[in-house]
């Protein structure tokens, strides 16, 4: 046996099964959730699927999605990201819960304390609490979706844009989220529209009520005009079938009005009644995103919904090609900045506090009449109509964010 082979040999042994990069998906895969958490990670798989068919990155590196379920339990979700960390994993995604994000960013910037040799980065694709990027903002963390703030600038300039409104109320998960989108919304109508009077504003716990009518009845002795929700998953569809269930008229300006499986679950009770911002939505049209929604609904049966995923996978790959490293530290670095050409226009990482800019839509929930809704969602036979769109620029918020970069 020549000396060149077993030197050969020695580099085979040495070098890795597979040359996948592996990301760690830490989400709710069971409990009130699950549904919300299996969709995410449907999204995550055909997007990665997509990138890897294209040649992957670093000349033919394959991107792998490893799914860890969180329970939707910040607790859960140290263990999952403990687990993520034992398997040699160096990127991590996460979305549903601004409580388990919060968790996640101080577990992830202790852990890159302690192995600077072993550095994890962290991708947020939906936990929405501004502190994330402000107060909280953590080199090692970035997000990919507007935050509370950057969406409630969007409801309450529509909702300052209706003199019919006059009563507005207030409902949300208790828990981080719940609280910020309650804050913004109380700070920017009185900003706005000072003569809108807050008629109520409760906060419920999160994935455990079953009956919604005791706050609808609420809602109605308000004389509301209109409800502002954070809401998500069945704490959303709950509430808006209780709502129409009880024939409460004021509309839902919602975060998560089109989330996987809340129109299905709503059903024709949303019509004209829900109204959502988005970074996008399927009645966006035209765009080259048609096809590609179109095709996540042959192959898995959803609708899409996640185009942050979309675009946070691209710039993922883009930010590791661009570094010419996996190393999380030199990836963070490429990803600082980056401006992106994407479907709905053009959309940057801001590098002062690691918060995406992007245009926002505000579409209501309609029946399909083959023009402005071309598609239904959840085959309900309803979709979103296209009210307003704001474009990046008039999205960008102020940070307090004082990053400490390594």
């Not at 970035?142 to 209706?162: C, H, P, S």
């Not at 003199?163 to 409902?171: E, G, T």
């Not at 716990?205 to 005791?214: E, L, Y």
Request: proline residues 4%; charged residues 20%.
């Amino acid at each position: 046996m020549t000396r060149a082979f077993l030197a050969a040999a020695a580099l085979l042994a040495a070098a890795p099964a597979s040359a996948q990069i592996k990301i760690a998906y830490i989400d709710p895969l069971t409990g009130p959730f699950a549904n919300v958490g299996e969709a995410g990670l449907q999204h995550f798989r055909m997007i990665v699927d997509r990138v890897n068919a294209a040649g992957g990155v670093l000349g033919g590196q394959k991107l792998e999605m490893v799914a860890i379920d969180n329970k939707g339990s910040p607790q859960d979700s140290l263990i999952a990201f403990q687990s993520a960390v034992d398997q040699g994993i160096r990127f991590i995604t996460q979305g549903n819960g601004s409580g388990v994000a919060a968790a996640l960013v101080d577990a992830v910037n202790k852990h890159n304390a302690r192995n600077p040799d072993k550095t994890v980065l962290y991708l947020n694709y939906a936990a929405v609490d501004p502190d994330l990027t402000n107060a909280k903002c953590s080199f090692w963390h970035f997000r990919f979706d507007a935050n509370t703030d950057q969406k409630m600038e969007v409801i309450t300039k529509v909702l300052a844009g209706l003199p019919a409104v006059k009563k507005v109320y207030l409902i949300g998960q208790d828990y981080a989220h719940g609280h910020q989108v309650a804050k913004a919304a109380i700070e920017m109508l009185k900003q706005k529209r000072p003569d809108i009077q807050i008629v109520g504003n409760d906060l419920h716990p999160i994935g455990k009520v079953k009956d919604f009518s005791p706050y609808v009845s609420k809602i109605q002795a308000s004389g509301a005009d209109a409800v502002i929700t954070g809401n998500w998953g069945n704490d959303l569809s709950l509430l808006v079938k209780a709502a129409k269930e009880a024939g409460l008229k004021a509309k839902f300006y919602t975060f998560y009005g089109g989330g996987l499986g809340t129109p299905g679950a709503f059903g024709a009770a949303g019509a004209d009644q829900v109204v959502q911002v988005t970074e996008w939505h399927k009645n966006v049209l035209p765009s080259p995103l048609e096809a590609i929604s179109n095709e996540f609904t042959r192959k898995t049966g959803q609708d899409l919904y996640y185009f942050r995923i979309l675009n946070e996978i691209r710039m993922l790959a883009k930010a590791i090609d661009q570094a010419k490293s996996t190393d999380p530290a030199k990836v963070a670095r490429a990803l600082e900045g980056m401006h992106v050409k994407a479907e709905t226009g053009d959309i940057w990482m801001r590098k002062e506090d690691h918060q995406l800019m992007q245009p926002l839509y505000i579409s209501t929930f309609e029946k399909v009449d083959g023009k402005k809704v071309k598609y239904d969602v959840d085959r309900t036979g309803y979709g979103f109509r296209t009210d307003l769109v704001v474009p990046a620029r008039e999205t960008e918020l102020p940070t307090t964010c004082k990053m400490e970069r390594p």
